[in-house]
């Protein structure tokens, strides 16, 4: 993993103009680590466009980009990195351009791989990798790489009104926060808490694959997390595409192998999925992107604790939470 602590320069006057509403938010240190920090967003859907601009808003030291598929019509509008007159070309090159555009001072790259073909030691280059829209045998094998060399690892997803972030930090992901208190004489004293939080793999957390485990009363309850499962067996399976019932009766085979009562599975959210819609729902994305944008800095500044560990998003039901796995 390349080290955070790279560069603790001082900032040029052109950074300082440029980031000057968050040097006041967050201060020049955190800064400077977010300018230290390296990049990897594989997958480049409406939720990967959201992300990428968010991170190089941030003005973190470079971001790569990678995703092996082209653009369709589907991907527009919510891929808004990419000009519409780039259909078929590659989703990761089309988006250098406008995005290099956004901040000058971030080296933004792109990569046709595709993510499951890497080898080990690519991801040595990166301190958070963040995969979007793959199939969760690819992520958790990504995930296990990364673990493996402390690199931090967010997982997204958005299928029409739903969407999640799921993260894995390690097993000692150490930060800070910190708050004021204010005397009766008016004397603000600042207070700093340092924290040390342990987070679970994405194997350990999601029943992706290991569905004769007991699930939690969090998974059993959480629906975005039960749709997510039943998108990754429509993956596997090449269904997503498939005629509502069938889709209805894979559910009812998801709900099956997680020993689940029918009755528990939320039915009435499956027309609003939105499965064979790859893009998602450009709302959701944007809400997803900015909650993703807002983790990485908090993990590269290790300023405030980061969420711990499924973020999920519900805009049928108007429910946003964050839940242990």
Same mark, same amino acid.
């Given at each position: 993993?390349?080290?955070?602590?790279?560069?603790?320069?001082?900032?040029?006057?052109?950074?300082?103009?440029?980031?000057?509403?968050?040097?006041?938010?967050?201060?020049?240190?955190?800064?400077?680590?977010?300018?230290?920090?390296?990049?990897?967003?594989?997958?480049?859907?409406?939720?990967?466009?959201?992300?990428?601009?968010?991170?190089?808003?941030?003005?973190?030291? %470079?971001?790569?980009?990678?995703?092996?598929r082209n653009l369709g019509k589907s991907d527009f509008p919510g891929q808004f990195m990419a000009p519409?007159?780039?259909?078929?070309?590659?989703?990761?090159?089309? %988006?250098?351009?406008?995005?290099?555009?956004?901040?000058?001072?971030?080296?933004? +790259?792109?990569?046709?791989?595709?993510?499951?073909?890497?080898?080990?030691?690519?991801?040595?280059?990166?301190n958070i990798v963040c995969v979007i829209d793959y199939p969760f045998e690819v992520v958790n094998k990504?995930?296990?790489?990364?673990?493996?060399?402390?690199?931090?690892?967010?997982?997204?997803?958005?299928?029409?009104?739903?969407?999640?972030?799921?993260?894995?930090?390690?097993?000692?992901?150490?930060?800070?926060?910190?708050?004021?208190?204010?005397?009766?004489?008016?004397?603000?004293?600042?207070?700093?808490?340092?924290?040390?939080?342990?987070?679970?793999?994405?194997?350990? %957390?999601?029943?992706?694959?290991?569905?004769?485990?007991?699930?939690?009363?969090?998974?059993? +309850? /959480?629906?975005?997390?039960?749709?997510?499962?039943?998108?990754?067996?429509?993956?596997?399976?090449?269904?997503?595409?498939?005629?509502?019932? =069938?889709?209805?009766?894979?559910?009812?085979?998801?709900? %099956?192998?997680?020993?689940?009562?029918?009755?528990?599975?939320?039915?009435?959210?499956?027309?609003?999925?939105?499965?064979?819609?790859?893009?998602?729902?450009?709302?959701?994305?944007? =809400?997803?992107?900015?909650?993703?944008?807002?983790?990485?800095?908090?993990?590269?500044?290790?300023?405030?604790?980061?969420?711990? /560990?499924?973020?999920?998003?519900?805009?049928?039901?108007?429910?946003?939470?964050?839940?242990?796995?």
């Amino acid at each position: 993993m390349v080290s955070g602590e790279e560069s603790k320069a001082d900032l040029s006057a052109g950074e300082a103009k440029l980031y000057d509403r968050q040097l006041r938010l967050w201060g020049v240190e955190a800064q400077q680590k977010l300018r230290a920090t390296n990049v990897l967003i594989a997958g480049l859907n409406s939720v990967g466009a959201e992300v990428c601009k968010n991170v190089v808003l941030t003005g973190v030291n %470079s971001v790569t980009l990678m995703d092996h598929r082209n653009l369709g019509k589907s991907d527009f509008p919510g891929q808004f990195m990419a000009p519409f007159d780039t259909i078929g070309e590659n989703r990761a090159e089309a %988006s250098v351009e406008r995005l290099s555009s956004l901040n000058p001072n971030v080296k933004v +790259t792109a990569s046709n791989v595709n993510l499951s073909e890497v080898s080990d030691e690519y991801f040595d280059q990166f301190n958070i990798v963040c995969v979007i829209d793959y199939p969760f045998e690819v992520v958790n094998k990504v995930d296990a790489i990364c673990r493996s060399k402390n690199i931090s690892f967010l997982v997204a997803d958005c299928f029409g009104a739903f969407g999640y972030m799921f993260s894995d930090l390690g097993e000692n992901f150490k930060c800070h926060s910190e708050t004021e208190k204010k005397a009766p004489d008016g004397e603000v004293t600042k207070i700093v808490e340092h924290h040390e939080v342990t987070f679970k793999s994405f194997q350990d %957390s999601i029943p992706f694959a290991i569905f004769d485990e007991v699930l939690s009363k969090q998974q059993k +309850t /959480n629906k975005v997390l039960l749709l997510s499962l039943l998108k990754d067996q429509l993956v596997s399976k090449d269904l997503l595409a498939a005629e509502f019932d =069938v889709i209805v009766d894979e559910f009812l085979e998801v709900s %099956s192998k997680l020993k689940l009562d029918a009755d528990a599975m939320p039915m009435y959210l499956l027309a609003d999925a939105s499965f064979h819609q790859m893009k998602g729902n450009a709302e959701v994305a944007a =809400v997803l992107g900015g909650v993703i944008g807002q983790e990485i800095i908090k993990i590269a500044s290790r300023n405030d604790k980061p969420f711990n /560990n499924f973020f999920s998003y519900n805009a049928v039901d108007c429910v946003a939470n964050v839940v242990p796995l």
